[in-house]
Structure formats: structure tokens, C-alpha cells
């Protein structure tokens, strides 16, 4: 099995270094992220300026292909460049940091994944919950176990996964994997204003205040239970109900030259 690893963190980064280590049990893999931390950057692409890649390596081994760019543009130019034949699977991680509930729009982890999943190709985004003392060897082999279990059940249509898990899953007894939905609440609204030693103005954006409880158990409700969370995701944003729904509405733009109004399709 071809598999393509990419992460958000930067090519030096542990959960990048760990996770290979566990995945060249399950195939060749080849390595191809970012060449600084890009955490946050969610789905951009490099179009106004060059991608730069450097070959790294440890003394003689190949760690593998630095990008100037995207963990979105990692998966891109892994894909079409750098692996040797065409990936089986694509596999982002392990972020230092959950990436759970509305963290998932935002993430850099998960858009390598969901870019991964626009070419056909299995894909899974891998996050850790940041600790400074992060046990990655022994989430790298947790994640690992959770995917070869997935490819052995999962039919055989390309899916894109999200897989968190909490650091409390590494203290107490073995977690649970619970196999759940993002948590869609909005939290983290405040910020904390400060000044700089100019006297100008600046703002610190917090985690503040945190999701409300939800009724219905979520990625963000397990992971605070100590649980590891399985989310498949999809990349087709479109609400198809209210699609359907729209279809009888009448709908023109004046100024177009049309003579009719034209039924919205």
C-alpha cells in the first residue's frame, strides 16, 4: 500500500516523525509537509508564488519532501509529484491539537485530509490532544491500529475520516473509540484586549467561553469524556433538501439581458 503523510505541524514535528514510524507497517510511505508550522490555515492553496520543495534527510535516510506552502498544497503536489505511484491513502497528522467540532473548518490537519479526498483516495485526518509532554509514540500506534481497522471494515468507496484523541486516553485504562458527529456549537467568541509597549492596541483571540452541553453526543462531548472520537466527514457543502426545495422558485437578475426569468437550477 502507497500511502501519502502530510501534517500542518512541519516536517520536523513528533506526531509527523511517530506516525511514519507506525505506518511503514502498513506500506510505503511518503512523506510530504509543510516546511513550517501552518496550523490554521485551513483548505489555502499556493496560486501567486512558486511551491519550493527541499528533499530532507536525517544523515542518509529520506524524511521526506519540505513544502513552502499548504498542507492543502503538500497533498497536491504529493499526489502528482513525489509519490512513487498513485496513494492508497492519505494521512495528516498527528496535529499537536484536537481538531474537533468548529476547529475541524479551520484546520490545516483536516484540509490535507479533505484534499486527499478530492482525488478519490481515503483519507484521515490524525490530532492529539496538545499536552507538552504528548505521548505521540503511543498515539502514533493507537491511530495506526484505529486505520487498519477502518480499511479492513470501510467499503470500498473512498472516505474521508476525522480521528481525534484526548491525552487522558493514555493515562487511565484503554479508551473507547466512540464513532460520532462534530459538535457544531460556537464557542471561543472572546478576545483579550491588550496594548503593545507603542500604546497600539492588540487582540489575543481565547477559547472562551466553551461549547454549551449538547443533548446528543458529538466528537467535542466524547473527547471531554476521555474517549477517542471517530468522525467521517464530507466535502460536498451543499444542503440538499433546500436544494430540492428551491427548485420551483422563480429567480432573475435584471440587468442580465434575459428576456425570461429563469427557473433556478
Known amino acids: 500500500m ?6 500542518d505541524d512541519g516536517i520536523y514535528a513528533p506526531g509527523l516523525a511517530a506516525l511514519e514510524c507506525e505506518l511503514r507497517q502498513l506500506g510505503e510511505v511518503t512523506v510530504v509537509a509543510p516546511a513550517t508550522e501552518q496550523s490554521g490555515v485551513g483548505h489555502s492553496i499556493t496560486f ?25 498544497d503538500c497533498v497536491k503536489i504529493g499526489v502528482f509529484e513525489f509519490c512513487p505511484q498513485r496513494p492508497d491513502l492519505v494521512v495528516s497528522g498527528i496535529n499537536g491539537g484536537l481538531n474537533a467540532g468548529i476547529n475541524i473548518l479551520y484546520s490545516g490537519t483536516v484540509a490535507a485530509a479533505i484534499e486527499g479526498a478530492f482525488f478519490g483516495i481515503s483519507s484521515i485526518a490524525v490530532s492529539l490532544e496538545a499536552d507538552d509532554h504528548a505521548p505521540y509514540p503511543r498515539a502514533a500506534r493507537a491511530a495506526r491500529e484505529i486505520i487498519e481497522q477502518i480499511l479492513e471494515q470501510k467499503d470500498e468507496q473512498p472516505q474521508l475520516y476525522n480521528l481525534n484523541m ?11 473509540v466512540r464513532v460520532v458527529p462534530m459538535g457544531v456549537a460556537r464557542y471561543g467568541e472572546h478576545f483579550v484586549k491588550r496594548q503593545d509597549p507603542k500604546g497600539r492596541d492588540y487582540y489575543w483571540a481565547t477559547s472562551d467561553p466553551a461549547p454549551l452541553p449538547s443533548e446528543q453526543p458529538t466528537d467535542l462531548t466524547e473527547l471531554s469524556a476521555g474517549h477517542i472520537t471517530l468522525t467521517p ?33
Not at 502507497?2 to 501534517?7: A, F, G, M, W
Not at 501567486?48 to 492543502?72: H, K, M, Q, T
Not at 484526548?166 to 473507547?176: I, K, L, Q, S, V
Open 48 to 72: 501567486l508564488s512558486p511551491l519550493i520543495c527541499n528533499e530532507i534527510f536525517d544523515g542518509d535516510r529520506r524524511r521526506g519532501w519540505a513544502v513552502e506552502g499548504s498542507p492543502a
Open 166 to 176: 484526548p491525552t487522558a486516553a493514555f493515562r487511565d485504562a484503554p479508551a473507547e
Open 2 to 7: 502507497q500511502i501519502l503523510l502530510t501534517n
Open 233 to 265: 466527514l464530507q466535502f460536498n457543502m451543499t444542503k440538499i433538501p433546500v436544494l430540492d426545495a428551491m427548485q420551483h422558485w422563480r429567480l432573475h437578475a435584471s440587468d442580465t439581458g434575459q428576456a425570461n426569468p429563469a427557473r433556478a437550477r
